[in-house]
Protein backbone atom coordinates (compact mmCIF):
# COMPACT_ATOMS: atom_id res chain seq x y z
CA UNK A 1 0.00 0.00 0.00
CA UNK A 2 3.25 2.25 0.83
CA UNK A 3 4.09 1.97 -3.03
CA UNK A 4 0.50 2.74 -4.21
CA UNK A 5 0.22 5.92 -2.27
CA UNK A 6 3.83 6.96 -3.39
CA UNK A 7 2.97 6.19 -7.22
CA UNK A 8 -0.09 7.88 -6.75
CA UNK A 9 1.93 11.15 -5.18
CA UNK A 10 4.60 10.95 -8.07
CA UNK A 11 2.07 10.92 -10.40
CA UNK A 12 0.49 13.79 -8.99
CA UNK A 13 3.68 15.79 -9.59
CA UNK A 14 5.18 14.64 -12.81
CA UNK A 15 5.64 17.72 -14.08
CA UNK A 16 7.94 19.43 -10.93
CA UNK A 17 11.48 20.04 -12.30
CA UNK A 18 12.70 19.41 -8.65
CA UNK A 19 12.07 15.54 -8.37
CA UNK A 20 11.33 13.83 -5.82
CA UNK A 21 12.70 12.66 -2.26
CA UNK A 22 11.41 9.75 -0.69
CA UNK A 23 12.18 9.52 2.99
CA UNK A 24 12.64 5.90 4.62
CA UNK A 25 11.83 3.85 1.83
CA UNK A 26 12.65 1.60 0.80
CA UNK A 27 13.78 -0.52 3.87
CA UNK A 28 13.92 -4.07 2.71
CA UNK A 29 15.37 -5.43 -1.01
CA UNK A 30 11.88 -6.63 -2.03
CA UNK A 31 10.86 -3.05 -1.85
CA UNK A 32 13.31 -1.88 -3.66
CA UNK A 33 12.69 -4.72 -6.15
CA UNK A 34 9.27 -3.81 -6.18
CA UNK A 35 9.44 0.51 -6.79
CA UNK A 36 11.55 -0.33 -9.41
CA UNK A 37 9.46 -2.56 -11.18
CA UNK A 38 6.21 -0.32 -10.49
CA UNK A 39 7.59 3.62 -10.52
CA UNK A 40 11.12 2.90 -11.73
CA UNK A 41 14.64 2.93 -11.11
CA UNK A 42 15.74 5.59 -9.28
CA UNK A 43 18.55 8.39 -10.37
CA UNK A 44 20.09 8.54 -6.94
CA UNK A 45 19.84 6.97 -3.38
CA UNK A 46 21.42 8.57 -0.23
CA UNK A 47 21.85 6.71 2.77
CA UNK A 48 22.37 8.61 5.64
CA UNK A 49 24.67 6.48 7.74
CA UNK A 50 26.16 6.85 11.28
CA UNK A 51 27.41 4.37 13.95
CA UNK A 52 25.31 1.89 15.86
CA UNK A 53 26.33 3.97 19.33
CA UNK A 54 25.40 7.51 17.30
CA UNK A 55 21.57 6.20 16.80
CA UNK A 56 21.73 4.58 20.43
CA UNK A 57 22.78 8.01 21.60
CA UNK A 58 20.63 10.20 19.70
CA UNK A 59 17.33 7.34 20.06
CA UNK A 60 18.03 7.85 24.25
CA UNK A 61 17.70 11.62 23.76
CA UNK A 62 14.81 11.70 22.14
CA UNK A 63 13.49 9.38 24.93
CA UNK A 64 14.99 10.71 28.06
CA UNK A 65 11.60 10.57 30.26
CA UNK A 66 11.89 6.50 30.08
CA UNK A 67 16.26 5.85 30.19
CA UNK A 68 15.39 2.08 31.41
CA UNK A 69 17.30 -0.95 30.55
CA UNK A 70 14.14 -2.36 28.71
CA UNK A 71 14.34 1.12 26.32
CA UNK A 72 18.14 0.58 25.77
CA UNK A 73 17.70 -3.01 25.34
CA UNK A 74 14.43 -2.33 22.78
CA UNK A 75 16.63 0.37 20.84
CA UNK A 76 19.40 -1.98 20.50
CA UNK A 77 17.51 -4.83 19.33
CA UNK A 78 15.59 -1.78 17.00
CA UNK A 79 19.34 -0.70 15.40
CA UNK A 80 20.56 -4.90 14.59
CA UNK A 81 16.83 -5.23 12.93
CA UNK A 82 17.54 -2.13 10.76
CA UNK A 83 21.41 -3.51 9.97
CA UNK A 84 19.98 -6.79 8.95
CA UNK A 85 17.26 -5.42 6.90
CA UNK A 86 19.21 -2.23 5.18
CA UNK A 87 22.67 -3.69 4.16
CA UNK A 88 20.86 -5.75 1.42
CA UNK A 89 19.92 -2.71 -0.17
CA UNK A 90 22.57 -0.63 0.62
CA UNK A 91 24.18 -2.89 -1.31
CA UNK A 92 21.72 -3.23 -4.01
CA UNK A 93 22.09 0.31 -4.70
CA UNK A 94 26.20 -0.23 -4.22
CA UNK A 95 26.09 -2.13 -7.35
CA UNK A 96 23.90 0.37 -9.48
CA UNK A 97 26.26 3.11 -8.45
CA UNK A 98 23.44 5.06 -7.85
CA UNK A 99 24.24 5.23 -3.74
CA UNK A 100 25.70 8.43 -2.72
CA UNK A 101 26.97 7.82 1.64
CA UNK A 102 26.68 10.63 3.68
CA UNK A 103 28.69 9.85 7.44
Known amino acids: IVLEL ?3 A ?18 ELKEAEEFESKIGEPKLVLCLDCSAET ?38 YEKKTQLLKVN
Not at 10 to 22: A, E, N, T
Open 55 to 92: MSSRLLMRNQSSQDSDNTETIKEGIESYYQASKPVIAY
Open 10 to 27: MISKLGDPKGFLVDGYPR
Open 6 to 8: LRE
